[in-house]
């Protein structure tokens, strides 16, 4: 049975840092692209960054400069570190593979597929809440 668990959301006051974790079970992260997503309540999902086979990153326009992903190979994991916070990234945050491979738009922007793409193995996500 495959399982995401993401991990390491919290309150952060604007400015802040926050690493966020996602284990998988059942599931080898480092052959598949793994991305992570947010949404915020009234609001669709968006893809926030992705990384893909080849260890390509891919980020979305808000994640650029001050988000990063990396994955560790021998725990299974992948990391969302997430620097330099604002209350516009206040939403729940998930990590998935992504059966598009980290798309991008016209901008080079990565983008969540959701709507073509048949994404799966969501888990509870992990909230992350930005605020003074």
């Known amino acids: 049975q495959v399982q995401f668990v993401e991990s390491g959301g919290g309150l952060v006051r604007p400015g802040g840092s926050l690493r966020l974790s996602c284990a998988a079970s059942?599931?080898?992260?480092?052959?598949?692209?793994i991305g992570w997503f947010r949404q915020a309540p009234g609001r669709e999902r968006e893809g926030v960054i992705c990384?893909?086979?080849?260890?390509?990153?891919y980020y979305s326009k808000f994640a650029k400069g001050r988000f990063t992903i990396a994955r560790d190979k021998a725990k299974n994991m992948v990391y969302l570190q997430m620097n330099s916070l604002k209350p516009e990234d206040t939403a729940m945050y998930y990590c998935?593979?992504?059966?598009?491979?980290?798309?991008?738009?016209?901008?080079?922007?990565?983008?969540?597929?959701?709507?073509?793409?048949?994404?799966?193995?969501w888990g509870q996500g992990t909230q992350v809440t930005v605020s003074s």
């Open positions: 998935a593979p992504d059966p598009a491979e980290c798309p991008y738009d016209a901008s080079g922007s990565y983008i969540y597929m959701g709507r073509t793409f048949d994404y799966r193995y």
């Open positions: 059942g599931f080898t992260l480092d052959s598949h692209a």
């Open positions: 990384v893909n086979s080849e260890d390509n990153t």
